[in-house]
């Protein structure tokens, strides 16, 4: 008898619920959601005293990536399965960076601009003042730059 | 009376936790957590049924970035403030990509090399088999690629 191969083991995947605490929130001075025009925004990344430590080293990078948690989203009037673009064409919201995903996560790579204790300053940030931040992590462009990724032409 | 600046309002953060559901979940041949050699893992990333119409035209992009939720770290038997690294340096958890982070967030930039449906097939996803997955993003190599990001020399 022969066996191709040896059949993996599966793990059943945790489908619940999960339950999240900020580590921080956003100060900047950018009250309202827009769209674009966050290249030159200077923001705090106010991180709660509890994680302060957590924090060692990470002036040596040049970025970080921020995750928020784009809170006003949820409360948005409309949550679409789609989002038409400008060209008409028509692409599902999980191809998109719309905040109106199923899970409000933002993923942004930032400039880090220094750090002064628990506060970090960085440029760049798409989120508005008082947003909760849930995760801080190091650039590391061997994993996170793709420069050659490809679009499609909208 | 001069006023240099017009004090600028302030949003009170959210800073209570967050419930997230998964929107799928990861499929592929590694069992155990590792920390390196992902380069050539393909994986699966399994979305919901009721999810599968948001993934429209995403096919069109070559990368995709895949917000994870990493289970298995919740249970770790330690969870450190810092990482004492091979050079003797030691950096904070947030500092690092560990899993041991205070969120269990994994933020994976991966080839996409198809879709069927709701079933995405990417390379590299350092994640293992189960993995719940929160968001699959568009990677946009304008906003998410900073190639010249400065590290630190360890």
Chains 1, 2 share one sequence.
Do not use: C
């Amino acid at each position: 008898m022969f066996w191709k191969k040896k059949p993996a083991r599966r793990r059943a995947p945790a489908l619940g619920p999960m339950t999240l605490q900020p580590i921080g929130y956003v100060r900047n001075d950018v009250a309202q959601p827009r769209p674009h025009g966050w290249e030159r925004v200077e923001s705090e990344v106010v991180v709660l005293p509890e994680h302060e430590g957590k924090l060692e080293g990470i002036e040596g990078y040049s970025h970080v990536i921020i995750v928020s948690w784009l809170d006003l989203a949820r409360g948005a009037p409309d949550h679409p399965e789609t989002l038409t673009v400008a060209s008409g064409n028509t692409y599902g919201i999980l191809a998109t960076r719309s905040q109106l995903r199923p899970n409000h996560l933002g993923v942004s790579a930032v400039a880090l601009v220094g750090r002064e204790g628990a506060v970090l300053r960085v440029r760049g940030l798409d989120a508005i003042d008082g947003t909760p931040v849930l995760d801080v992590k190091p650039y590391l462009p061997e994993y996170d730059a793709i420069p050659g990724a490809r679009i499609p032409e909208v």
